[in-house]
């Protein structure tokens, strides 16, 4: 539960995986970009809000079978409603599901600050890959809503990108879903407009 920014990066990141926001190119198509997805992914937070979950994420991706590909499919469809449709309730209810192949909660030795403790959040018994990234992106959207707000959750500005994300930055002033990727073509777009306006000055001067 600690690293609820984590977990909502993989949410962000798994939503915009999608033929609709690639224009067509699914970018997890099959079992293979699932274990590139999963191994990107499954070693950032520093502390393990859900080891199970986190530990083993690579792993289970590993020994998915097309059955398990459909149901984060069918995941990322789910957690994408709760991103564009963010009332509070809705949110908090739909997370809460998305958190069901969790054991329950519980707290653990926290190696990092001595005496202290902090959330885990295990995976059931015989969880599949689908089962653990529900679980981190129940917790991201959970942690999201009571830190941040529901307003952290939004759709990209970029006027030709049907991505969304879930801002977990500090001053919440975030804009795109990829900013690497849309924010540069916004930059550049903006770029050519300038130099066409400023061309078509020069011209009618003449």
């Keep these: 539960m600690d690293d609820y920014a984590w977990a909502a990066g993989v949410a962000t990141d798994l ?19 699932l274990v590139e997805f999963t191994d990107l992914h499954g070693n950032e937070p520093t502390n393990d809000t859900a080891p199970g979950a986190l530990s083993a994420l690579s792993a289970l991706a590993h020994r998915a079978r097309t059955a398990d590909l459909h149901a984060v499919h069918a995941l990322r469809k789910t957690v994408r409603d ?5 009332d509070r309730d809705h949110l908090i209810a739909g997370a809460t599901t998305l958190t069901s192949p969790a054991q329950g909660a519980t707290l653990i030795p926290d190696p990092a ?10 995976l059931r018994d015989g969880a599949t890959i689908a089962d653990a990234l529900s679980l981190i992106c129940g917790i991201g959207i959970l942690g999201v809503v009571h830190t941040l ?14 991505g969304a994300f879930i801002d977990t930055t500090r001053p919440g002033s975030r804009r795109y879903c990829m900013p690497g990727l849309c924010g540069n073509r916004v930059n550049v777009a903006n770029h050519r407009a300038r130099r066409t306006t400023t061309r078509d000055r020069l011209t009618n001067s003449e």
């Design 149 to 162: 707000g529901e307003q952290r959750f939004r759709p990209c500005t970029a006027p030709t990108c049907r």
């Design 82 to 86: 709760l991103i564009d449709h963010p």
């Design 15 to 33: 939503v915009n995986t999608t033929a609709e926001v690639w224009r067509g190119d699914d970018h997890l198509p099959d079992l293979a970009a």
């Design 113 to 122: 600050h001595g005496n202290r403790t902090r959330w885990a959040v295990p």
